[in-house]
């Protein structure tokens, strides 16, 4: 049987402009290729170990290169965070130039920008030799694999499941295992909610954060085993009008609008207070990240909030397998050292302690029954990375996260405006210029 990855590898999270895409034009080529089969590589290092973070996950890798440190006389990690919006920009200026890091950690979205490029040293073979190789998130595997060869490895995982209030769907009569095997069922269990527990929304969603709906939405078309992009990377096209599934998914959205099982603030929600509202229980069920949902919450409520992976329309499961890859970069001053820290990141102390910062392990084996028993939430996605996938493509960006993507605009139009068809014809062709545009 093939799995998702498989279905959609066939037919394939913050904004990159126009600037980000005139840098990395230029430094196709540039940098020498690292030798990882030199006798040594990755066991005998010494010296720095300079990486390139985004601000955004910075703790994390700070609390990882600080733990390595302690145990590494050595070899020393340097960790350099970069604002998420300059970090394509500034990584590509420094290709061009010749000056590169040892490592990158960055979204995962990213990587396809520069492996095309070969900026990336090839990996595959180290990475094949790793003894729990089948456990590393497919997912995150899948945004450093190009032409079957390897560009990386995952470090942190952030996964979007549904959660749910079970104290206040128990109200209403209801257990999460038996209503959330598909958008029907759960839609169902909405209207029940709304009559029986009128002070509370049965649902919740930042209908004007172009990236968080993305992270929630996408999953609920691919556990479909649909995708909204066709084609293999560099010759990809919109997959959106007369995709039944997109069109049922957004009408699930649009009946939630319609019916009053959203707060009014969802219209105008950026995603600033996203998860707020859940885990204040105004709201029963949240599609969200293990970090809005049970990190930021109050201990007390924590017990309460219980999650599965995202349905699809008629059934089906799916999780978007965000977070970061770490990358080694040709030219790289120490790749041995990089490499040597990548393992170590790997380790199953090092990805079994990632939720104390908000994250999670992206090793399927990191579950096990004490991470379970302390990590209750974050088992349910970890246990299932075979589920989690993310689109490979070099417009990411410029389709999902940024406030004028069509993503978005299709989302605002379907849902708030009523206009399914109209919606998605619109979408369509704006998928198409973007894919056609970037693939030049």
């Not at 010749?98 to 095309?116: A, E």
């Not at 269990?189 to 002070?199: F, H, M, R």
């Not at 050292?337 to 399927?364: C, H, N, T």
Request: with cysteine; proline share 6%.
């Amino acid at each position: 049987m093939l799995s998702r990855r498989a279905l959609l590898q066939g037919g394939l999270a913050l904004g990159l402009g126009g600037a980000g895409i005139t840098a990395l034009a230029g430094c196709a080529g540039t940098l020498p290729p690292t030798d990882t089969a030199a006798e040594g590589f990755g066991e005998v290092a010494t010296g720095t170990v300079t990486v390139w973070c985004r601000s955004a996950t910075q703790a994390a890798i700070q609390a990882t290169a600080a733990s390595f440190n302690e145990l590494h006389e050595d070899l020393e990690v340097v960790v350099l965070p970069i604002p998420d919006a300059q970090y394509v920009t500034k990584l590509a200026t420094s290709i061009r130039g010749g000056s590169v890091p040892d490592l990158v950690d960055f979204d995962l979205i990213n990587c396809p920008l520069f492996y095309v490029r070969e900026a990336f040293a090839d990996i595959t073979e180290l990475v094949e030799a790793l003894p729990y190789r089948d456990a590393l998130s497919a997912g995150h595997v899948g945004l450093v694999t190009h032409e079957e060869r390897i560009y990386g490895v995952p470090f942190i995982g952030d996964y979007s499941t549904l959660f749910a209030n079970t104290e206040l769907l128990g109200a209403a009569g209801f257990e999460l295992s038996e209503v959330a095997g598909s958008l029907e069922s759960l839609m169902s269990t909405c209207q029940t909610i709304k009559s029986s527990l009128p002070d509370v929304f049965p649902w919740t969603f930042p209908g004007n954060a172009s990236g968080a709906m993305g992270f929630t939405i996408q999953p609920m078309i691919w556990a479909a085993d649909t995708d909204l992009i066709t084609g293999e990377l560099g010759s990809q096209s919109g997959n959106i009008v007369g995709n039944d599934v997109v069109e049922a998914v957004l009408e699930f959205h649009r009946q939630l609008w319609v019916d009053e099982l959203v707060p009014p603030r969802s219209f105008v929600e950026d995603g600033a207070q996203w998860g707020h509202d859940y885990r204040s229980g105004e709201v029963v069920f949240f599609p969200g990240a293990y970090g809005s949902a049970v990190a930021s919450a109050d201990e007390a409520f924590r017990p309460l909030s219980q999650n599965v992976l995202l349905p699809g329309p008629e059934g089906g499961n799916a999780t978007f397998s965000g977070g970061d890859n770490m990358c080694i970069l040709n030219g790289a001053p120490n790749a041995s050292g990089a490499w040597k820290f990548m393992k170590y990141a790997l380790e199953l102390d090092v990805q079994r302690s990632l939720p104390d910062s908000g994250y999670m392990p992206i090793r399927s084996d990191s579950a096990d029954a004490e991470f379970t028993q302390k990590y209750e939430q974050a088992a349910v996605p970890v246990t299932q990375l075979d589920e989690g996938y993310v689109p490979s493509t070099l417009a990411y960006n410029l389709l999902y996260n940024q406030s004028s993507s069509p993503w978005l605009a299709m989302i605002r139009r379907a849902v708030f405006d009523g206009d399914v068809p109209g919606a998605m014809a619109e979408a369509q062709s704006e998928y198409d210029r973007i894919l056609t545009q970037t693939q030049l």
